[in-house]
């Protein structure tokens, strides 16, 4: 079933304790998109500048994913530079130009008005809600914040996710938007708020999705090495999203095996700098390493 | 099956976000032994000093635990004073008055030379070495340690260790230990030293137990209260150890559902101050969190 993403795409110039790449393809809507091409069809509605040129729309038309509202713009592609030092846990950022995605109003092409899932990627909630309102047909919503929005936008964001189904947060997030240092009432105050599932990314130690009635966590697949943290967050909502959107089922044990193929998504995603790992991905590794997710946690009763 | 302890018995004066509490009974030996007790007969060796008086032991005595092996000396018991803030992830030492316990020479009774299951609480490794090569019908031993003696006495920690079965470390101290961030990695290095596990603890996010050809994670049980997290490490080593005595198999199987013991114990633990909860605790409590457990992180392949 259709898969439809709003997020950005930007070039990111990175620096780890394992090197550093420069320019390289990244923003939500590129992970997202990548990750979930490996599940289902996935629309892109995004906004790019004069310097993005057919290299960069191969790299998407190799996943088959559709740029049809992928909008060109005057101006420069969104850029971000940024460093992780020490354990890599949180990203230090050393600049940010928003260029063409500071007047970003995202539209969404007649041919995908008949999307089923949607990822609402992390941007102004007041675009987030102007996109939902264009998917009446859409069957599930998920939506990323952050900090900046939730500070600076409360209301606007309150009327977002008062209109869609899950949202998909790091752990500050989730405290700070619920006002709740508790994680577990933090998420029952979020579902207050509208969504019926929220997803707690937790990084390297994996994720925790609260439902109505149940909680589901798992830790994070251990790896030998991690070269760039960068877009783990939107992988693992492409691989969570795709999933959904591949089996056509939302039930709560199929949301617990999206959240795992969210998280073998991550835990590739971050193998490598930028897009790399994703895009030489053979799809036996992904369900390899799905089930050894499950030799991970299991235990006999 | 027999289980020994070796470690510390404190009087502990705890300051949390949720209130305080001044003189409780406290120390390594007194969680592991109050949470094992719950599985198996446990031994102690540790001491105390004068001012632990009979409504101390008769803690002890409530959960069956053989204080034969709790020598008493002149001067006072070993006290902590310590507090929480914010997330509680980490307790900050405001005094520590060692008393008895910095002339502590453990002396294992005649009658616990036989014991099957030891716990090496975290002291100093001279002493463990010398607790451990009194009790040659061991048939698993297990070791706590932290910074202190990974710093202060690296060649003695490894002697230690080169004769222990399994290692119990923060996520800190495993890095030092192995002089390696990656908690992969450095787990394979520590089993070089000796121990053919390693258990990694992660507070709020669970456990990881690394072992020769497998390693197994589990979240941990989200909470609505952590009242106070003291002893919530050794409260884990004791359920994870009681476990093992309790059920004589030593397979990795088994392994994996004795850490899921040791979480249980320790989610118990946190949600009073002190020993409270633990010595509370309904023996079908602990059987039914263990199978929330299960529902928290099971999902269909």
Chains 1, 2 share one sequence.
Do not use: C
């Not at 101006?75 to 063409?100: C, H, K, P, S």
């Not at 933090?186 to 925790?208: D, F, N, Q, S, Y």
């Amino acid at each position: 079933m259709s898969l439809l993403v709003v997020g950005s795409v930007a070039f990111d110039s990175v620096r780890t304790p394992y090197g550093e790449a420069e320019g390289i393809l990244g923003g939500a809507a590129s992970y997202f998109s990548v990750a979930a091409s490996r599940f289902a069809p996935v629309r892109m509605v995004a906004v790019v500048g004069e310097d993005f040129n057919e290299e960069h729309f191969r790299i998407f038309a190799s996943r088959g994913v559709d740029t049809a509202g992928l909008q060109r713009a005057a101006g420069r592609t969104f850029r971000w530079y940024g460093e992780y030092v020490g354990d890599m846990n949180e990203a230090r950022t050393i600049e940010t130009q928003l260029n063409v995605f500071e007047q970003f109003s995202p539209r969404v092409p007649d041919a995908y008005l008949d999307s089923s899932y949607v990822f609402l990627g992390n941007i102004d909630p007041v675009l987030q809600l102007h996109v939902r309102q264009q998917l009446p047909k859409a069957r599930l919503v998920a939506l990323d914040s952050m900090n900046y929005w939730i500070r600076g936008k409360p209301e606007d964001l309150r009327r977002t996710l008062a209109v869609v189904d899950i949202v998909v947060l790091n752990e500050g997030e989730a405290r700070m938007l619920a006002g709740v240092a508790n994680l577990k009432k933090a998420a029952v105050e979020i579902r207050k708020l509208g969504p019926r599932i929220v997803v707690v990314k937790r990084g390297e130690h994996g994720v925790t999705l609260f439902s109505e009635d149940s909680i589901f966590s798992a830790p994070g697949y251990p790896l030998d090495d991690v070269r760039d943290p960068t877009g783990a967050g939107d992988t693992f909502a492409g691989g969570f999203m795709g999933h959904l959107a591949r089996s056509g089922d939302v039930s709560e044990p199929n949301l617990r095996r999206a959240s795992i193929y969210g998280s073998v998504m991550a835990s590739f995603a971050v193998e490598e700098f930028g897009l790399g790992r994703l895009l030489q991905l053979e799809s036996q590794e992904i369900e390899t390493r799905f089930r050894e997710f499950k030799q991970l946690t299991h235990f006999d009763v």
